[in-house]
């Protein structure tokens, strides 16, 4: 074990084995080719838009062998990492010699309930360094986990282009005793077959059905989610086996701690955990609310919840936890929502709606399928409104274009919302890693969240960060995090509603 003056670093070096790629032409004329088709954008969103995708490119890797072996591709089995300083990496197999691979970072202290996520450098030579900030005296284990090799991510990203359709939607559309079903997308390949737009015109937001042979486009009653169909080629479905090269751990070639004696470190990160309770770095102090802290801070306010099931869990906790907020019966599906309660005697009104597709869901009727930018179109807003939305894992199998422009249009409501009323709170809670698969994936997770801190940075809104919070818990990564995780976040948002006084 290394005794560490707190610098602010902590630095690993990461070898993989590789295979010496064969490159060969494609003769596939889909190659490069999207039948996803966007409206045109504003010059500054367009300026925008390209600073983004530049901002989250991923390394190229070199075109997959045909066959596909396992063992060429990044193996966590042979990988090592090094704390610096120190003996350098044992090299086993051959070492890489291009990037990629989705790393994940943690420092940590599970008997002191303690955590911070590291922040993952890519050398785009088969080597990685991760820096972590040293917030706590004592004992600290470094853990680096492989998420995803980079040729698994050469794969998702053909997909997401190529195939964006691989989870099917369709629409029932009814006339009196008529009834007819179509496939529905955000994209729809094109066919002889006609097109319904049912784009939305407030926000411009895409969706599309075939239309129905004998009903007009007018005649749509409801969308649910219809299959997933993988799309892999041959053998590509080795890229994705969890604890083979799929959330796999990394072991270390030599001690995995390090000791923090004093002078701790605190920058870097947006907070940590300590005694299992998350500590935000700069800006507003984490408060810990207990029930009837919760009722005084909300007391007279009308928090408005919008997103996917992820911000539904907001809404649950509240509700699970006031004795005195009680659910209103909407007669509403039980994980779509709408769902409203109220604690008549402390005059709080709580809210969740789900947002507008795309929503892998059962069916859906189309009178509840709202978009969040019109949702916030609608609000007076003021002192007393708390606006919290998060929207990224229903976008997993698209083009990254199809989510920024999602929250284009999101910004541009947060934005004329703040400008009429600037006492509104707007609360935003970002992605987070989770359990994966095929479509389940964290390299999806974190180009979402990096956008999403881009393109809502500068404004007057406060953030979740559901990103750090999830990684660096010691608990497993899932699309919901469990309660202990989802308590620190409630305390964060309440500490951004009711911040301490002098604080």
């Given at each position: 074990?290394?005794?560490?003056?707190?610098?602010?670093?902590?630095?690993?070096?990461?070898?993989?084995?590789?295979?010496?790629?064969?490159?060969?032409?494609?003769?596939?004329?889909?190659?490069?080719?999207?039948?996803?088709?966007f409206q045109p954008l504003s010059p500054k969103d367009a300026v925008e838009e390209r600073l983004l995708l530049d901002s989250i490119a991923w390394p190229?890797?070199?075109?997959?062998?045909?066959?596909?072996?396992?063992?060429?591709?990044?193996?966590?089995?042979?990988?090592?990492?090094?704390?610096?300083?120190?003996?350098?990496?044992r090299t086993v197999g051959r070492p890489k010699k291009s990037g990629g691979d989705l790393l994940l970072a943690r420092l940590h202290n599970q008997k002191l309930g303690a955590g911070v996520a590291g922040e993952v450098?890519?050398?785009?030579?088969?080597?990685?360094?991760?820096?972590?900030?040293?917030?706590?005296?004592?004992?600290?284990?470094?853990?680096?986990?492989?998420?995803?090799?980079?040729?698994?991510?050469?794969?998702?990203?053909r997909l997401n282009s190529q195939e964006p359709d691989r989870i099917g939607f369709k629409s029932l559309f009814r006339s009196g005793s008529i009834s007819e079903t179509t496939i529905c997308n955000v994209c729809l390949r094109p066919t002889q077959q006609p097109q319904c737009n049912h784009t939305d015109l407030r926000t411009g937001e895409p969706w599309f059905c075939y239309?129905?042979?004998?009903?007009?486009?007018?005649?749509?009653?409801?969308?649910?989610m219809t299959h997933y169909k993988g799309n892999l080629r041959t053998n590509e479905e080795k890229l994705f086996q969890s604890g083979v090269n799929m959330k796999v751990y990394i072991r270390a070639s030599g001690p995995a701690s390090v000791t923090v004696e004093s002078n701790i470190v605190k920058v870097g990160p947006s907070g940590y955990y300590y005694q299992g309770v998350w500590q935000?770095?700069?800006?507003?102090?984490?408060?810990?609310?207990?029930?009837?802290?919760?009722?005084?801070?909300?007391?007279?306010?009308v928090v408005h919840m919008h997103g996917d099931s992820t911000i539904r869990q907001f809404f649950e906790f509240l509700n699970a936890r006031?004795?005195?907020?009680?659910?209103?019966?909407?007669?509403?599906?039980?994980?779509?929502?709408?769902?409203?309660?109220?604690?008549?005697?402390?005059?709080?009104?709580?809210?969740?709606?789900?947002?507008?597709?795309p929503i892998q869901s059962v069916h859906v009727s189309n009178s509840k399928l709202r978009y969040i930018a019109?949702?916030?179109?609608?609000?007076?807003?003021?002192?007393?409104?708390?606006?919290?939305?998060?929207?990224?894992a229903h976008f997993r199998t698209y083009p990254v274009q199809i989510y920024i422009r999602r929250l284009q249009s999101i910004r541009r409501a947060v934005v004329q919302l703040l400008d009429r009323a600037p006492g509104t709170l707007v609360v935003i809670r970002t992605g987070n890693p989770r359990d994966l698969s095929l479509i389940n994936s964290d390299w999806h997770s974190l180009q979402c969240y990096k956008v999403l801190r881009t393109m809502f940075k500068g404004l007057n809104v406060h953030l979740i960060n559901a990103w750090e919070m999830v990684l660096a818990h010691h608990l497993p990564h899932n699309v919901h995090p469990p309660p202990p995780i989802i308590k620190n976040m409630i305390n964060v948002l309440l500490s951004y509603t009711c911040p301490q006084k002098g604080g």
């Amino acid at each position: 074990m290394f005794n560490f003056s707190p610098f602010h670093c902590i630095v690993f070096k990461c070898v993989q084995c590789v295979y010496i790629f064969a490159l060969f032409i494609s003769t596939d004329p889909d190659v490069h080719r999207s039948f996803c088709t966007f409206q045109p954008l504003s010059p500054k969103d367009a300026v925008e838009e390209r600073l983004l995708l530049d901002s989250i490119a991923w390394p190229e890797t070199p075109l997959l062998p045909a066959p596909l072996i396992l063992e060429q591709t990044s193996d966590p089995a042979h990988s090592t990492f090094t704390i610096l300083p120190g003996r350098g990496g044992r090299t086993v197999g051959r070492p890489k010699k291009s990037g990629g691979d989705l790393l994940l970072a943690r420092l940590h202290n599970q008997k002191l309930g303690a955590g911070v996520a590291g922040e993952v450098v890519d050398h785009l030579n088969g080597s990685y360094s991760a820096v972590f900030s040293l917030l706590w005296e004592g004992d600290a284990q470094v853990e680096v986990t492989l998420a995803h090799p980079s040729e698994a991510i050469t794969v998702l990203k053909r997909l997401n282009s190529q195939e964006p359709d691989r989870i099917g939607f369709k629409s029932l559309f009814r006339s009196g005793s008529i009834s007819e079903t179509t496939i529905c997308n955000v994209c729809l390949r094109p066919t002889q077959q006609p097109q319904c737009n049912h784009t939305d015109l407030r926000t411009g937001e895409p969706w599309f059905c075939y239309k129905p042979k004998n009903l007009s486009c007018d005649a749509r009653i409801n969308q649910a989610m219809t299959h997933y169909k993988g799309n892999l080629r041959t053998n590509e479905e080795k890229l994705f086996q969890s604890g083979v090269n799929m959330k796999v751990y990394i072991r270390a070639s030599g001690p995995a701690s390090v000791t923090v004696e004093s002078n701790i470190v605190k920058v870097g990160p947006s907070g940590y955990y300590y005694q299992g309770v998350w500590q935000a770095l700069g800006g507003t102090t984490v408060r810990q609310f207990n029930v009837s802290a919760i009722s005084q801070c909300l007391k007279g306010k009308v928090v408005h919840m919008h997103g996917d099931s992820t911000i539904r869990q907001f809404f649950e906790f509240l509700n699970a936890r006031l004795p005195d907020l009680k659910e209103f019966d909407l007669h509403s599906q039980s994980q779509i929502g709408p769902f409203m309660a109220l604690d008549y005697a402390n005059n709080i009104l709580v809210k969740f709606r789900f947002h507008g597709p795309p929503i892998q869901s059962v069916h859906v009727s189309n009178s509840k399928l709202r978009y969040i930018a019109n949702e916030i179109d609608g609000l007076i807003g003021g002192t007393d409104t708390v606006v919290v939305f998060g929207i990224w894992a229903h976008f997993r199998t698209y083009p990254v274009q199809i989510y920024i422009r999602r929250l284009q249009s999101i910004r541009r409501a947060v934005v004329q919302l703040l400008d009429r009323a600037p006492g509104t709170l707007v609360v935003i809670r970002t992605g987070n890693p989770r359990d994966l698969s095929l479509i389940n994936s964290d390299w999806h997770s974190l180009q979402c969240y990096k956008v999403l801190r881009t393109m809502f940075k500068g404004l007057n809104v406060h953030l979740i960060n559901a990103w750090e919070m999830v990684l660096a818990h010691h608990l497993p990564h899932n699309v919901h995090p469990p309660p202990p995780i989802i308590k620190n976040m409630i305390n964060v948002l309440l500490s951004y509603t009711c911040p301490q006084k002098g604080g």
